[in-house]
């Protein structure tokens, strides 16, 4: 199970730091995925098992960091220079694979957690 939190109203040029709670142990790589409205969704960010890979969208690099820390089964996203675009719902994701999870092709999926970029 996958509970995200930390979601809310920033304006342009700010950050925001939204978390990924799992329940249990994992072995999965984790990863975040969002969606605005009418659009598709589309991935974010992803970090391997030992949190030493990372992979961002193009349109996020360099002002998003996706880490993780095992001991508290918890995924973090930090959120810098903000734009309206990124507004969205964030959902928090996890995969056996970087490869499948960046495909969508993810085994847990979060709730969600909206985030708004106000201009």
């Known amino acids: 199970r996958l509970v995200e939190s930390g979601g809310g109203l920033v304006q342009a040029g700010g950050s925001l730091r939204v978390s990924c709670a799992a329940s249990?142990?994992?072995?999965?790589?984790m990863g975040w995925f969002r969606q605005a409205p009418g659009k598709e969704q589309e991935f974010v960010a992803a970090?391997?098992?030992?949190?030493?890979?990372?992979t961002y969208a193009d349109s996020v690099k360099g002002r998003f960091t996706i880490s993780r820390d095992n001991a508290k089964n918890t995924v973090y996203l930090q959120m810098n220079n903000l734009k309206p675009e990124d507004t969205a719902v964030y959902y928090c994701?996890?995969?056996?694979?970087?490869?499948?999870?960046?495909?969508?092709?993810?085994?847990?999926w979060g709730q969600g957690t909206q985030v708004t970029v106000s201009s």
């Open positions: 249990g142990r994992t072995f999965y790589a």
């Open positions: 994701a996890a995969a056996r694979q970087v490869e499948k999870l960046v495909q969508g092709r993810c085994d847990y």
């Open positions: 970090i391997n098992w030992s949190g030493g890979g990372t």
